[in-house]
Nanobody, 120 residues
Framework: QVQLVESGGGLAQAGGSLRLSCAASGRILSINAMGWYRQTPGKQRELVAVITSDGSTNYADSVKGRFTISRDNAKNTVYLQMNSLKPDDTAVYYC??????????????WGQGTQVTVSS
């Protein structure tokens, strides 16, 4: 069984920084894309950043130049470094990964979510 466990959320002041981590565990043969999404009450979950297995990245326009996504393939872990935080970044952040598991099928997995709150 594959699990994604997130850590690193919390409270930050505007202009501050936080770093999120997400580690995948279980019967993992390969991980394709890994990404971060966020959601606020009453709104749809939106893509923040994604990174492919070869390191290509893509960001939402709202976070370009402030957030950096990276991954450590040896640790099956993806990170999101968030700098110059704004109150609008307040949301629950979810990790997502497209994983080839022990059943030899690719499936999309989600973490449990971690709250990020940015005060003005």
């Amino acid at each position: 069984q594959v699990q994604l466990v997130e850590s690193g959320g919390g409270l930050a002041q505007a202009g501050g920084s936080l770093r999120l981590s997400c580690a995948a565990s279980g019967r993992i043969l390969s991980i394709n894309a890994m990404g971060w999404y966020r959601q606020t009450p009453g709104k749809q979950r939106e893509l923040v950043a994604v990174i492919t297995s070869d390191g290509s990245t893509n960001y939402a326009d709202s976070v370009k130049g402030r957030f950096t996504i990276s991954r450590d393939n040896a640790k099956n872990t993806v990170y999101l470094q968030m700098n110059s935080l704004k109150p609008d970044d307040t949301a629950v952040y979810y990790c997502n990964a497209y994983i080839l598991g022990g059943d030899f099928r690719y499936q999309s997995y989600w973490g449990q979510g971690t709250q990020v709150t940015v005060s003005s």
